[in-house]
Protein backbone atom coordinates (compact mmCIF):
# COMPACT_ATOMS: atom_id res chain seq x y z
CA UNK A 1 0.00 0.00 0.00
CA UNK A 2 2.88 2.45 0.92
CA UNK A 3 4.86 1.71 -2.31
CA UNK A 4 1.49 2.52 -4.77
CA UNK A 5 1.09 5.91 -2.12
CA UNK A 6 4.79 6.45 -3.56
CA UNK A 7 4.27 5.42 -6.84
CA UNK A 8 1.08 7.61 -7.56
CA UNK A 9 3.18 10.78 -5.66
CA UNK A 10 6.10 10.71 -8.19
CA UNK A 11 3.97 10.27 -11.24
CA UNK A 12 2.05 13.43 -9.83
CA UNK A 13 5.71 15.14 -9.32
CA UNK A 14 6.72 14.22 -12.89
CA UNK A 15 3.39 15.35 -14.28
CA UNK A 16 4.16 18.63 -12.86
CA UNK A 17 7.74 18.81 -13.96
CA UNK A 18 6.72 18.12 -17.64
CA UNK A 19 3.77 20.43 -17.59
CA UNK A 20 5.90 23.36 -15.71
CA UNK A 21 8.88 22.72 -18.74
CA UNK A 22 6.22 22.22 -21.41
CA UNK A 23 7.45 24.52 -23.78
CA UNK A 24 5.41 27.76 -24.90
CA UNK A 25 3.52 28.00 -28.12
CA UNK A 26 5.19 28.93 -31.30
CA UNK A 27 5.56 32.86 -31.75
CA UNK A 28 4.71 33.28 -27.87
CA UNK A 29 6.90 35.63 -25.93
CA UNK A 30 8.14 35.16 -22.55
CA UNK A 31 6.63 37.87 -20.78
CA UNK A 32 2.96 36.24 -22.34
CA UNK A 33 3.80 32.45 -21.46
CA UNK A 34 1.67 32.50 -18.16
CA UNK A 35 -1.40 32.98 -20.39
CA UNK A 36 -0.24 29.65 -22.40
CA UNK A 37 0.06 27.33 -19.35
CA UNK A 38 -2.88 25.70 -18.94
CA UNK A 39 -3.04 22.16 -19.69
CA UNK A 40 -6.24 21.24 -21.25
CA UNK A 41 -7.86 24.76 -22.02
CA UNK A 42 -7.16 28.34 -23.35
CA UNK A 43 -9.11 31.31 -22.58
CA UNK A 44 -8.47 34.80 -24.80
CA UNK A 45 -6.22 37.27 -23.02
CA UNK A 46 -7.97 40.29 -23.87
CA UNK A 47 -11.42 38.09 -23.26
CA UNK A 48 -10.96 35.23 -20.49
CA UNK A 49 -14.45 34.57 -21.13
CA UNK A 50 -14.21 32.89 -24.13
CA UNK A 51 -12.29 29.10 -23.51
CA UNK A 52 -10.97 27.68 -26.55
CA UNK A 53 -9.65 23.96 -26.37
CA UNK A 54 -5.72 23.50 -26.82
CA UNK A 55 -5.72 22.31 -30.62
CA UNK A 56 -7.26 25.95 -31.39
CA UNK A 57 -3.98 27.71 -30.05
CA UNK A 58 -1.68 28.41 -33.48
CA UNK A 59 -4.75 26.73 -35.73
CA UNK A 60 -4.83 29.64 -38.72
CA UNK A 61 -7.88 30.74 -37.59
CA UNK A 62 -8.66 33.52 -35.76
CA UNK A 63 -11.39 32.73 -32.78
CA UNK A 64 -10.33 35.62 -29.92
CA UNK A 65 -11.39 39.18 -30.88
CA UNK A 66 -7.76 39.93 -29.74
CA UNK A 67 -6.22 37.18 -32.26
CA UNK A 68 -4.25 36.24 -28.58
CA UNK A 69 -5.62 32.43 -30.30
CA UNK A 70 -2.96 32.81 -33.29
CA UNK A 71 0.71 34.05 -31.91
CA UNK A 72 2.63 31.88 -34.29
CA UNK A 73 0.37 32.49 -37.63
CA UNK A 74 -0.59 35.49 -39.58
CA UNK A 75 -4.52 34.48 -38.87
CA UNK A 76 -5.22 37.21 -36.83
CA UNK A 77 -2.63 39.49 -38.48
CA UNK A 78 -5.79 42.04 -39.04
CA UNK A 79 -6.06 42.78 -35.73
CA UNK A 80 -2.44 43.85 -34.30
CA UNK A 81 -0.41 47.31 -34.47
CA UNK A 82 2.27 45.33 -36.24
CA UNK A 83 0.69 44.28 -38.80
CA UNK A 84 0.23 47.41 -40.44
CA UNK A 85 -3.62 47.21 -41.20
CA UNK A 86 -5.54 50.02 -39.56
CA UNK A 87 -8.72 49.01 -40.35
CA UNK A 88 -9.63 47.01 -37.04
CA UNK A 89 -9.52 48.82 -33.59
CA UNK A 90 -10.01 45.11 -31.95
CA UNK A 91 -8.31 45.65 -28.38
CA UNK A 92 -4.43 43.95 -29.35
CA UNK A 93 -2.61 41.68 -26.23
CA UNK A 94 0.37 40.60 -28.52
CA UNK A 95 2.83 42.68 -29.62
CA UNK A 96 3.51 40.26 -32.96
CA UNK A 97 5.49 36.66 -33.76
CA UNK A 98 7.80 36.07 -31.23
CA UNK A 99 11.61 35.41 -32.66
CA UNK A 100 13.93 33.81 -30.04
CA UNK A 101 17.01 34.71 -32.15
CA UNK A 102 19.56 33.10 -29.72
CA UNK A 103 22.89 33.83 -30.41
CA UNK A 104 21.30 37.68 -30.84
CA UNK A 105 18.58 39.82 -29.77
CA UNK A 106 14.96 38.34 -29.50
CA UNK A 107 12.16 40.49 -30.62
CA UNK A 108 8.60 40.56 -32.36
CA UNK A 109 8.06 40.69 -36.12
CA UNK A 110 4.68 42.22 -37.46
CA UNK A 111 2.30 39.16 -38.21
CA UNK A 112 2.23 39.46 -41.86
CA UNK A 113 5.37 38.61 -42.19
CA UNK A 114 4.84 35.21 -40.89
CA UNK A 115 4.93 32.33 -43.15
CA UNK A 116 4.90 35.32 -46.36
CA UNK A 117 7.72 33.52 -48.26
CA UNK A 118 10.27 36.53 -47.00
CA UNK A 119 13.24 35.82 -44.92
CA UNK A 120 12.76 39.08 -42.22
CA UNK A 121 16.75 38.52 -41.17
CA UNK A 122 16.74 41.88 -39.75
CA UNK A 123 13.72 41.32 -37.57
CA UNK A 124 13.77 37.34 -37.09
CA UNK A 125 17.55 36.28 -37.65
CA UNK A 126 16.80 32.45 -36.70
CA UNK A 127 14.36 32.22 -39.69
CA UNK A 128 11.29 30.85 -37.49
CA UNK A 129 9.23 33.29 -38.41
CA UNK A 130 8.98 30.84 -42.10
CA UNK A 131 8.63 27.64 -40.15
CA UNK A 132 5.52 26.40 -42.62
CA UNK A 133 8.09 27.12 -45.66
CA UNK A 134 5.36 28.97 -47.97
CA UNK A 135 6.53 28.87 -51.37
CA UNK A 136 9.16 26.39 -50.76
CA UNK A 137 11.08 29.53 -48.80
CA UNK A 138 13.40 28.14 -46.58
CA UNK A 139 15.04 30.47 -43.84
CA UNK A 140 18.32 29.43 -42.58
CA UNK A 141 19.61 30.40 -38.98
CA UNK A 142 21.86 33.35 -39.38
CA UNK A 143 21.99 34.74 -36.00
CA UNK A 144 25.81 33.60 -35.44
CA UNK A 145 26.71 35.73 -37.95
CA UNK A 146 24.36 38.92 -37.33
CA UNK A 147 24.81 38.38 -34.03
CA UNK A 148 28.60 38.89 -33.97
CA UNK A 149 28.38 41.59 -36.35
CA UNK A 150 25.65 43.58 -34.23
CA UNK A 151 27.89 43.26 -31.08
CA UNK A 152 31.08 44.86 -32.70
CA UNK A 153 28.61 47.33 -33.81
CA UNK A 154 27.02 47.78 -30.87
CA UNK A 155 30.39 47.75 -28.93
CA UNK A 156 31.99 50.46 -31.20
CA UNK A 157 28.48 52.25 -30.47
CA UNK A 158 29.12 51.97 -26.43
CA UNK A 159 32.83 53.28 -27.20
CA UNK A 160 31.66 55.90 -29.20
CA UNK A 161 28.90 56.77 -26.35
CA UNK A 162 31.31 56.68 -23.10
CA UNK A 163 33.36 59.30 -25.49
CA UNK A 164 30.67 61.04 -26.04
CA UNK A 165 29.75 61.40 -22.63
CA UNK A 166 32.85 62.28 -21.27
CA UNK A 167 33.03 64.79 -23.83
CA UNK A 168 29.87 66.20 -22.60
CA UNK A 169 31.19 66.39 -19.36
CA UNK A 170 34.18 68.47 -20.47
CA UNK A 171 31.29 70.33 -22.31
CA UNK A 172 29.22 70.91 -18.87
CA UNK A 173 32.72 72.02 -16.92
CA UNK A 174 33.77 74.54 -19.24
CA UNK A 175 30.06 75.98 -19.81
CA UNK A 176 29.99 76.05 -16.05
CA UNK A 177 33.20 78.01 -15.65
CA UNK A 178 32.20 80.36 -18.30
CA UNK A 179 28.74 81.00 -16.74
CA UNK A 180 31.01 81.73 -13.59
CA UNK A 181 33.10 84.14 -15.48
CA UNK A 182 29.83 86.11 -16.69
CA UNK A 183 28.90 86.19 -12.86
CA UNK A 184 31.85 87.54 -12.39
CA UNK A 185 31.87 89.81 -14.82
CA UNK A 186 28.61 91.21 -13.76
CA UNK A 187 29.78 91.74 -9.93
CA UNK A 188 32.64 93.32 -11.46
CA UNK A 189 30.79 95.92 -13.57
CA UNK A 190 27.94 96.65 -10.99
CA UNK A 191 30.56 98.15 -8.92
CA UNK A 192 32.35 100.24 -11.82
CA UNK A 193 28.85 101.23 -12.76
CA UNK A 194 28.32 102.24 -9.18
CA UNK A 195 31.44 104.23 -9.03
CA UNK A 196 30.88 105.59 -12.24
CA UNK A 197 27.66 107.17 -11.67
CA UNK A 198 29.40 108.62 -8.21
CA UNK A 199 32.52 110.39 -10.52
CA UNK A 200 29.53 111.56 -12.84
CA UNK A 201 27.79 113.30 -9.49
CA UNK A 202 31.23 114.79 -8.72
CA UNK A 203 32.22 116.20 -12.23
CA UNK A 204 28.76 117.37 -12.53
CA UNK A 205 28.61 119.62 -9.48
CA UNK A 206 32.22 120.72 -10.54
CA UNK A 207 30.95 121.81 -13.89
CA UNK A 208 28.10 123.55 -12.10
CA UNK A 209 30.52 125.57 -9.70
CA UNK A 210 33.03 126.26 -12.52
CA UNK A 211 30.11 127.52 -14.69
CA UNK A 212 29.04 130.13 -11.62
CA UNK A 213 32.70 131.16 -11.15
CA UNK A 214 33.07 132.29 -14.48
CA UNK A 215 29.78 134.01 -15.29
CA UNK A 216 30.35 135.39 -11.77
CA UNK A 217 33.64 137.14 -13.15
CA UNK A 218 34.19 141.09 -13.34
CA UNK A 219 35.11 142.42 -15.96
CA UNK A 220 38.32 144.77 -15.58
CA UNK A 221 39.87 146.85 -18.30
CA UNK A 222 42.98 145.71 -20.08
CA UNK A 223 45.88 145.48 -17.60
CA UNK A 224 47.11 149.00 -16.73
CA UNK A 225 44.22 150.49 -18.93
CA UNK A 226 46.50 151.28 -21.50
CA UNK A 227 47.63 150.25 -25.17
CA UNK A 228 51.70 149.57 -24.19
CA UNK A 229 50.76 147.00 -21.69
CA UNK A 230 48.35 145.52 -24.54
CA UNK A 231 50.91 145.97 -26.97
CA UNK A 232 53.43 144.29 -24.62
CA UNK A 233 51.07 141.39 -24.36
CA UNK A 234 51.20 140.47 -27.99
CA UNK A 235 54.76 141.19 -28.35
CA UNK A 236 55.48 138.38 -25.78
CA UNK A 237 52.90 135.79 -27.01
CA UNK A 238 54.54 136.65 -30.20
CA UNK A 239 57.77 136.11 -29.13
CA UNK A 240 57.12 133.03 -27.40
CA UNK A 241 55.85 131.30 -30.45
CA UNK A 242 59.11 132.51 -32.37
CA UNK A 243 61.04 131.22 -29.68
CA UNK A 244 58.72 127.42 -29.35
CA UNK A 245 59.36 127.65 -33.98
CA UNK A 246 62.90 127.92 -33.46
CA UNK A 247 63.65 125.15 -31.09
CA UNK A 248 61.17 122.98 -33.91
CA UNK A 249 64.22 124.24 -36.33
CA UNK A 250 67.26 123.58 -34.64
CA UNK A 251 66.05 120.37 -33.37
CA UNK A 252 65.22 118.97 -37.08
CA UNK A 253 68.97 120.52 -37.78
CA UNK A 254 70.56 118.48 -35.49
CA UNK A 255 68.95 114.98 -36.76
CA UNK A 256 69.74 116.26 -40.97
CA UNK A 257 73.15 117.45 -39.16
CA UNK A 258 73.78 113.94 -37.60
CA UNK A 259 72.40 112.08 -41.08
CA UNK A 260 75.35 114.20 -43.15
CA UNK A 261 78.22 112.65 -40.24
CA UNK A 262 77.11 109.66 -41.07
CA UNK A 263 77.10 109.90 -44.78
CA UNK A 264 80.51 111.42 -44.52
CA UNK A 265 81.88 108.53 -42.71
CA UNK A 266 79.98 106.06 -45.38
CA UNK A 267 82.37 107.84 -48.04
CA UNK A 268 85.32 107.80 -45.82
CA UNK A 269 85.42 104.43 -45.72
CA UNK A 270 84.50 104.35 -49.14
CA UNK A 271 87.53 106.77 -50.09
CA UNK A 272 90.00 103.47 -48.00
CA UNK A 273 88.57 100.68 -49.42
CA UNK A 274 88.16 101.34 -52.93
CA UNK A 275 90.07 99.82 -55.82
CA UNK A 276 92.13 102.11 -57.69
CA UNK A 277 93.01 99.61 -60.56
CA UNK A 278 89.02 99.07 -61.23
CA UNK A 279 88.03 100.95 -64.22
CA UNK A 280 84.87 102.05 -62.92
CA UNK A 281 84.76 105.97 -64.13
CA UNK A 282 81.28 106.70 -61.72
CA UNK A 283 83.26 105.39 -58.96
CA UNK A 284 86.38 107.02 -59.86
CA UNK A 285 84.28 110.88 -60.07
CA UNK A 286 82.85 109.88 -57.06
CA UNK A 287 85.98 109.35 -55.36
CA UNK A 288 87.16 112.66 -56.75
CA UNK A 289 84.54 114.39 -55.75
CA UNK A 290 85.05 113.25 -51.81
CA UNK A 291 88.65 114.27 -52.19
CA UNK A 292 87.60 117.84 -53.07
CA UNK A 293 85.02 117.95 -50.48
CA UNK A 294 87.41 116.81 -47.72
CA UNK A 295 89.90 119.53 -48.45
CA UNK A 296 87.56 122.05 -49.00
CA UNK A 297 86.38 120.95 -45.30
CA UNK A 298 90.11 121.10 -44.01
CA UNK A 299 90.50 124.61 -45.60
CA UNK A 300 87.60 126.20 -44.40
CA UNK A 301 85.84 126.46 -47.50
CA UNK A 302 83.17 123.95 -46.78
CA UNK A 303 81.41 124.52 -43.48
CA UNK A 304 81.43 121.18 -41.34
CA UNK A 305 78.85 119.52 -38.88
CA UNK A 306 80.78 120.49 -35.63
CA UNK A 307 81.69 124.21 -36.83
CA UNK A 308 80.25 127.65 -35.77
CA UNK A 309 80.14 126.49 -31.82
CA UNK A 310 79.51 130.53 -31.50
CA UNK A 311 76.14 130.31 -33.30
CA UNK A 312 75.24 127.51 -31.00
CA UNK A 313 76.21 129.50 -28.07
CA UNK A 314 73.96 132.73 -29.51
CA UNK A 315 71.15 130.42 -29.97
CA UNK A 316 71.31 129.24 -26.34
CA UNK A 317 70.77 132.51 -25.10
CA UNK A 318 68.58 133.68 -27.66
CA UNK A 319 66.40 130.31 -26.28
CA UNK A 320 66.33 130.95 -22.69
CA UNK A 321 63.52 132.44 -21.24
CA UNK A 322 62.35 136.16 -20.57
CA UNK A 323 63.01 137.08 -16.75
CA UNK A 324 63.89 139.61 -14.67
CA UNK A 325 67.60 138.78 -15.19
CA UNK A 326 67.55 137.88 -18.94
CA UNK A 327 65.94 138.92 -22.17
CA UNK A 328 62.85 141.43 -21.33
CA UNK A 329 61.20 141.44 -18.39
CA UNK A 330 57.72 141.32 -19.43
CA UNK A 331 56.31 142.35 -15.85
CA UNK A 332 57.51 145.62 -15.98
CA UNK A 333 55.36 146.07 -19.15
CA UNK A 334 51.87 144.41 -18.23
CA UNK A 335 52.17 146.28 -15.05
CA UNK A 336 51.05 149.64 -14.03
CA UNK A 337 49.07 151.62 -11.84
CA UNK A 338 45.47 150.46 -11.63
CA UNK A 339 42.37 153.06 -12.28
CA UNK A 340 40.59 153.64 -9.50
CA UNK A 341 37.60 151.00 -11.04
CA UNK A 342 40.67 148.54 -10.46
CA UNK A 343 41.56 149.39 -7.33
CA UNK A 344 38.01 149.38 -6.07
CA UNK A 345 37.61 145.64 -7.42
CA UNK A 346 40.60 144.89 -4.99
CA UNK A 347 39.49 146.22 -1.32
CA UNK A 348 38.30 142.27 -0.59
CA UNK A 349 42.09 141.83 0.11
CA UNK A 350 42.00 144.00 3.05
CA UNK A 351 39.22 142.13 4.70
CA UNK A 352 39.61 138.93 6.74
CA UNK A 353 39.90 135.51 4.76
CA UNK A 354 36.41 134.19 6.29
CA UNK A 355 34.41 137.48 5.37
CA UNK A 356 36.35 137.57 1.98
CA UNK A 357 35.29 134.65 1.11
CA UNK A 358 31.75 135.13 2.55
CA UNK A 359 31.30 137.69 0.17
CA UNK A 360 32.92 136.62 -3.21
CA UNK A 361 30.48 133.70 -3.40
CA UNK A 362 27.70 136.13 -2.15
CA UNK A 363 28.56 138.92 -5.17
CA UNK A 364 29.43 135.84 -7.88
CA UNK A 365 25.78 134.42 -6.81
CA UNK A 366 24.09 138.15 -7.42
CA UNK A 367 25.98 138.60 -10.68
CA UNK A 368 24.92 135.26 -12.22
CA UNK A 369 21.35 136.38 -10.90
CA UNK A 370 21.59 139.21 -12.24
CA UNK A 371 22.41 137.82 -15.52
CA UNK A 372 20.52 134.94 -15.35
CA UNK A 373 17.40 137.60 -15.39
CA UNK A 374 19.33 140.00 -17.95
CA UNK A 375 19.86 142.56 -16.09
CA UNK A 376 23.09 142.75 -16.10
CA UNK A 377 24.93 141.72 -19.52
CA UNK A 378 26.98 138.64 -19.70
CA UNK A 379 30.83 138.65 -20.17
CA UNK A 380 31.54 136.08 -21.94
CA UNK A 381 31.65 136.39 -26.42
CA UNK A 382 30.05 133.32 -26.60
CA UNK A 383 32.69 131.10 -26.33
CA UNK A 384 32.93 129.14 -23.34
CA UNK A 385 36.56 129.30 -20.88
CA UNK A 386 38.97 126.84 -21.19
CA UNK A 387 37.85 125.77 -17.21
CA UNK A 388 34.73 125.52 -18.36
CA UNK A 389 35.40 123.59 -21.67
CA UNK A 390 37.75 121.18 -19.40
CA UNK A 391 34.72 120.16 -16.54
CA UNK A 392 32.52 119.62 -19.18
CA UNK A 393 35.02 117.17 -21.45
CA UNK A 394 35.67 115.78 -18.42
CA UNK A 395 32.07 115.12 -17.45
CA UNK A 396 31.17 113.95 -21.05
CA UNK A 397 34.23 111.57 -20.71
CA UNK A 398 33.19 110.36 -17.33
CA UNK A 399 29.21 109.95 -18.87
CA UNK A 400 30.31 107.98 -21.91
CA UNK A 401 32.69 105.67 -19.88
CA UNK A 402 29.28 104.99 -17.50
CA UNK A 403 27.10 104.54 -20.46
CA UNK A 404 29.66 101.93 -22.11
CA UNK A 405 29.63 99.84 -18.70
CA UNK A 406 26.49 100.19 -18.02
CA UNK A 407 25.69 98.84 -21.42
CA UNK A 408 28.14 95.86 -21.22
CA UNK A 409 26.48 95.09 -17.93
CA UNK A 410 22.94 94.87 -19.41
CA UNK A 411 24.13 92.46 -21.82
CA UNK A 412 26.15 90.68 -19.62
CA UNK A 413 22.69 90.25 -17.26
CA UNK A 414 21.09 89.26 -20.69
CA UNK A 415 22.95 86.63 -21.44
CA UNK A 416 23.51 84.94 -18.21
CA UNK A 417 19.53 84.94 -18.17
CA UNK A 418 19.16 83.74 -21.54
CA UNK A 419 18.44 79.89 -21.81
CA UNK A 420 21.59 77.94 -22.95
CA UNK A 421 19.95 74.62 -22.84
CA UNK A 422 20.18 71.29 -20.04
CA UNK A 423 23.15 72.15 -17.74
CA UNK A 424 23.63 75.75 -19.94
CA UNK A 425 25.96 72.90 -22.15
CA UNK A 426 25.71 75.37 -24.86
CA UNK A 427 27.85 78.19 -23.49
CA UNK A 428 30.98 75.86 -24.48
CA UNK A 429 29.26 75.76 -28.27
CA UNK A 430 28.32 79.19 -28.68
CA UNK A 431 30.41 80.83 -31.01
CA UNK A 432 31.50 77.64 -32.77
CA UNK A 433 29.97 76.52 -36.56
CA UNK A 434 29.81 73.48 -38.18
CA UNK A 435 29.46 73.23 -41.89
CA UNK A 436 28.46 70.20 -44.19
CA UNK A 437 28.46 70.14 -48.03
CA UNK A 438 25.56 68.90 -49.45
CA UNK A 439 24.82 68.68 -53.42
CA UNK A 440 25.92 72.29 -54.60
CA UNK A 441 25.59 73.87 -51.12
CA UNK A 442 27.59 74.20 -47.83
CA UNK A 443 25.36 74.09 -45.52
CA UNK A 444 26.78 76.20 -42.15
CA UNK A 445 25.19 76.13 -38.84
CA UNK A 446 26.60 78.21 -36.04
CA UNK A 447 25.29 77.33 -32.50
CA UNK A 448 23.39 79.89 -31.18
CA UNK A 449 23.43 82.40 -33.81
CA UNK A 450 22.41 81.32 -37.08
CA UNK A 451 21.93 78.94 -40.27
CA UNK A 452 23.42 79.89 -43.46
CA UNK A 453 23.37 78.04 -47.18
CA UNK A 454 26.56 78.76 -49.25
CA UNK A 455 26.78 77.95 -52.91
CA UNK A 456 29.98 76.04 -53.62
CA UNK A 457 30.20 77.95 -56.87
CA UNK A 458 31.04 81.28 -55.46
CA UNK A 459 28.35 83.89 -54.42
CA UNK A 460 26.24 85.74 -50.88
CA UNK A 461 25.32 83.39 -48.52
CA UNK A 462 21.92 83.06 -47.74
CA UNK A 463 20.41 83.33 -44.17
CA UNK A 464 17.89 80.64 -42.97
CA UNK A 465 17.33 81.52 -39.93
CA UNK A 466 18.52 82.97 -36.64
CA UNK A 467 18.51 81.34 -33.29
CA UNK A 468 15.41 81.99 -31.77
CA UNK A 469 14.73 79.44 -28.24
CA UNK A 470 15.37 75.42 -27.48
CA UNK A 471 12.70 73.20 -28.07
CA UNK A 472 11.65 69.73 -28.17
CA UNK A 473 10.67 67.42 -31.08
CA UNK A 474 9.14 63.97 -31.03
CA UNK A 475 11.13 61.85 -34.27
CA UNK A 476 10.47 58.05 -35.50
CA UNK A 477 13.16 57.02 -37.69
CA UNK A 478 15.60 54.06 -38.27
CA UNK A 479 19.12 54.75 -37.26
CA UNK A 480 21.86 53.41 -39.67
CA UNK A 481 24.52 51.24 -38.96
CA UNK A 482 27.02 53.97 -38.56
CA UNK A 483 24.88 55.10 -35.72
CA UNK A 484 24.56 58.89 -37.32
CA UNK A 485 20.52 58.84 -36.70
CA UNK A 486 17.97 60.34 -34.68
CA UNK A 487 15.89 57.19 -33.70
CA UNK A 488 12.76 56.83 -31.69
CA UNK A 489 11.40 59.91 -28.74
CA UNK A 490 11.65 62.83 -28.06
CA UNK A 491 14.95 64.91 -28.79
CA UNK A 492 16.23 68.78 -28.17
CA UNK A 493 15.87 70.70 -30.64
CA UNK A 494 16.98 74.42 -31.57
CA UNK A 495 14.39 76.53 -33.43
CA UNK A 496 15.95 79.33 -35.95
CA UNK A 497 13.28 81.86 -37.74
CA UNK A 498 13.43 85.27 -39.30
CA UNK A 499 15.92 84.52 -42.08
CA UNK A 500 16.30 85.64 -45.67
CA UNK A 501 12.81 86.23 -46.86
CA UNK A 502 11.78 83.31 -49.75
CA UNK A 503 10.81 84.85 -52.72
CA UNK A 504 6.99 84.37 -52.79
CA UNK A 505 6.99 82.73 -49.97
CA UNK A 506 7.71 83.32 -45.84
CA UNK A 507 11.13 84.01 -44.11
CA UNK A 508 13.54 81.16 -44.23
CA UNK A 509 13.43 78.82 -40.92
CA UNK A 510 15.59 75.90 -39.56
CA UNK A 511 14.47 73.49 -37.29
CA UNK A 512 18.26 71.78 -35.90
CA UNK A 513 17.30 68.80 -34.22
CA UNK A 514 19.85 67.13 -31.86
CA UNK A 515 21.05 63.50 -31.69
CA UNK A 516 24.01 62.33 -29.56
CA UNK A 517 27.12 61.86 -31.19
CA UNK A 518 31.39 61.93 -30.13
CA UNK A 519 31.63 65.28 -31.87
CA UNK A 520 29.46 68.19 -33.58
CA UNK A 521 28.53 67.00 -36.92
CA UNK A 522 25.87 67.72 -39.51
CA UNK A 523 24.10 64.59 -40.76
CA UNK A 524 21.66 65.51 -42.92
CA UNK A 525 19.94 68.96 -44.12
CA UNK A 526 16.32 68.78 -46.01
CA UNK A 527 13.95 71.12 -47.00
CA UNK A 528 10.62 69.88 -45.53
CA UNK A 529 8.44 72.78 -46.76
CA UNK A 530 9.06 75.71 -49.34
CA UNK A 531 11.78 77.66 -46.98
CA UNK A 532 11.39 75.32 -44.39
CA UNK A 533 14.51 73.41 -43.34
CA UNK A 534 15.43 70.39 -40.90
CA UNK A 535 18.91 69.97 -39.94
CA UNK A 536 19.53 66.44 -38.39
CA UNK A 537 22.61 67.10 -35.87
CA UNK A 538 25.37 65.00 -33.88
CA UNK A 539 26.70 66.29 -30.60
CA UNK A 540 27.95 65.68 -27.19
CA UNK A 541 25.37 68.77 -25.58
CA UNK A 542 22.26 65.80 -26.75
CA UNK A 543 23.92 63.06 -25.24
CA UNK A 544 22.29 63.00 -21.58
CA UNK A 545 20.84 60.09 -20.23
CA UNK A 546 21.67 58.75 -23.54
CA UNK A 547 23.88 55.79 -21.52
CA UNK A 548 20.49 54.61 -20.29
CA UNK A 549 18.12 54.21 -23.31
CA UNK A 550 17.26 50.74 -24.60
CA UNK A 551 18.36 50.31 -28.07
CA UNK A 552 14.78 49.70 -29.98
CA UNK A 553 14.01 46.93 -32.68
CA UNK A 554 14.84 49.87 -35.11
CA UNK A 555 18.11 50.66 -33.94
CA UNK A 556 19.27 46.71 -34.84
CA UNK A 557 20.47 44.47 -37.07
Not at 159 to 186: C, D, H, P, Y
Not at 205 to 223: F, M, N, T, W
Request: with cysteine; aromatic share 6%.
Amino acid sequence: MRRLHALILLSSAAGLAVAADAPRPRGVGPEFAKFYKAADRFACISNPTIILSLDQVNDDYCDCPDGSDEPGTSACSHVFPLSQNDSQQAVISLPGFYCKNKGHNPGYIPFTNVNDGVCDYELCCDGSDEWDGAGGVTCENRCKEIGKEWRALDNARKKAMGAALKRRKEMVLEATTKRQEVESRIAQLSTEVKSADQRVLVLEKELADVEIKEKGKVVKGSPGGSRVNVLAGIAKDRIEELRTNLLSVRSQRDIYHNKVKQLEEILTNFRVDYNPNFNDEGVKRAVKAWDDYAAGKESGATVGVDDNAAEERDLNEILKPDGQDQGINWAEWEGGEEDDVGVLYQFEAYLPPSLRHWLDQKLRSLRVMLIENGILADNGNGAESYLVSAARNALEAAQTDRDNKQKDLTAQNEDLARDHGPSDIFRALKGHCVKTDSGEYTYELCWMDKTMQIPQKGGGGTNLGNFVRFDKVVVDEDVPADGKGLGVGERLALLYEGGQHCWNGPSRSTTVVLGCAEKEEIWRVAEVEKCVYKMEVGTPAACEGSEKEKVSGKDEL
